[in-house]
């Protein structure tokens, strides 16, 4: 192919690779995977006779689904084996992967939204996202999926009831979130059990995912006063006088990211609710931490 055309292909496609990183990332939940799949539509873009596609935002919406399905599929057994606790990777003060789009959802990258995705079949995923957060209508989601275009309207109304289950009631405000994370760090740094349990709710729950490379809980850890001792007692293990603690904001949370000698080795991400924190949502498998090296 002439450097020309290559520059063509370059030029048509870089604009929508932040929008197809974006449906990637919410398929599999990994920001490296996402990047692969993206990458793997480049040079399928770049090989296609372009003169024949009409829209290279469907075209390329199509291409990357079908590639994340055909992932999903392969990568099912490893989800199934995984080692304790699964959690998407942490994207850190980045919102490059927003949607825009007028869908409630075009900008919720929580955690607990991946995760209820996570939940939901691969085709059901595939077309809630593309209806509800990427605007694309049942006759392209349809011909995405190799579905009927009421087949799509179905898996999508499923997703959806599913995901309105699981949505929280109302939104904390960057003031309340602020005023907790504040709370959380102090309460962190006093060392008193009962200061944390005070900032967590009573059903709060403690997610750690180290994947079977790390130390991490291979249970969740429920309730205040049990994971203000778990976490004061990680600190006195692991806590290292070269240790660098940096606020961030981890999928649209407030959180951290913790430092050592070589590098980040821990995000901790907090949804707050009701002026408390409900969950904690800790990152420590290295694969998952490499690209914020």
């Given at each position: 192919m002439?450097?020309?055309?290559?520059?063509?292909?370059?030029?048509?496609?870089?604009?929508?690779?932040?929008?197809l990183?974006?449906?990637?990332?919410?398929?599999?939940?990994?920001?490296?995977?996402?990047?692969d799949?993206?990458?793997?539509?480049?040079?399928?873009?770049?090989?296609a006779?372009?003169?024949?596609?009409?829209?290279?935002?469907?075209?390329?919406?199509?291409?990357?689904?079908?590639?994340?399905?055909?992932?999903?599929?392969?990568?099912?057994?490893q989800r199934?084996?995984?080692?304790?606790p699964?959690l998407?990777e942490?994207?850190?003060?980045?919102?490059?992967?927003?949607?825009?789009?007028?869908?409630e959802?075009?900008?919720?990258?929580?955690?607990?939204?991946?995760?209820?995705l996570?939940r939901?079949?691969?085709?059901?995923?595939?077309?809630?996202?593309?209806?509800?957060?990427?605007?694309?209508?049942?006759?392209?989601?349809?011909?995405?999926?190799?579905?009927?275009?009421?087949?799509?309207?179905?898996?999508a109304?499923?997703?959806?009831?599913?995901?309105?289950?699981?949505?929280?009631?109302?939104?904390?405000?960057a003031?309340?979130?602020?005023r907790?994370f504040?709370?959380?760090?102090?309460?962190?740094?006093?060392?008193?059990?009962?200061?944390?349990?005070?900032?967590?709710?009573?059903?709060?729950?403690?997610y750690s995912?180290?994947?079977g490379?790390?130390?991490?809980?291979?249970?969740?850890?429920?309730?205040p006063?049990h994971?203000?001792?778990?976490?004061?007692?990680?600190?006195?293990?692991?806590?290292?006088?070269d240790?660098?603690?940096?606020?961030?904001?981890i999928?649209?949370?407030?959180g951290m990211?913790?430092?050592g000698?070589?590098?980040?080795?821990?995000?901790?991400?907090?949804?707050?609710?009701?002026?408390?924190?409900?969950r904690?949502?800790t990152?420590?498998?290295?694969?998952?931490?490499r690209?914020?090296h």
């Amino acid at each position: 192919m002439s450097e020309t055309s290559s520059g063509d292909a370059a030029a048509s496609f870089e604009p929508l690779r932040g929008y197809l990183t974006g449906l990637a990332y919410r398929m599999l939940g990994s920001r490296a995977e996402a990047e692969d799949m993206v990458q793997e539509a480049y040079l399928r873009w770049h090989a296609a006779d372009r003169s024949a596609v009409r829209e290279a935002r469907a075209f390329l919406s199509k291409t990357v689904t079908r590639l994340c399905l055909d992932h999903l599929k392969s990568a099912r057994v490893q989800r199934e084996d995984y080692v304790g606790p699964w959690l998407p990777e942490p994207l850190v003060d980045d919102n490059s992967l927003s949607v825009d789009s007028a869908g409630e959802y075009a900008n919720d990258l929580s955690v607990a939204l991946l995760l209820t995705l996570e939940r939901l079949s691969p085709l059901e995923r595939a077309a809630f996202l593309l209806h509800d957060v990427f605007d694309m209508s049942f006759e392209q989601v349809g011909e995405a999926l190799g579905r009927e275009a009421s087949a799509c309207r179905q898996l999508a109304s499923r997703a959806r009831n599913h995901v309105r289950e699981e949505k929280p009631r109302f939104r904390p405000s960057a003031e309340e979130e602020g005023r907790v994370f504040s709370a959380f760090t102090s309460a962190l740094g006093s060392g008193d059990v009962a200061a944390l349990s005070r900032v967590l709710a009573q059903d709060a729950v403690f997610y750690s995912d180290g994947g079977g490379k790390v130390k991490a809980a291979l249970k969740p850890v429920y309730g205040p006063q049990h994971i203000a001792r778990f976490l004061f007692g990680v600190l006195r293990r692991y806590g290292t006088a070269d240790m660098q603690v940096r606020p961030a904001r981890i999928n649209g949370m407030p959180g951290m990211v913790l430092r050592g000698p070589s590098g980040p080795f821990q995000t901790i991400a907090l949804e707050v609710r009701d002026g408390l924190i409900a969950r904690l949502y800790t990152v420590r498998n290295p694969d998952k931490l490499r690209h914020l090296h």
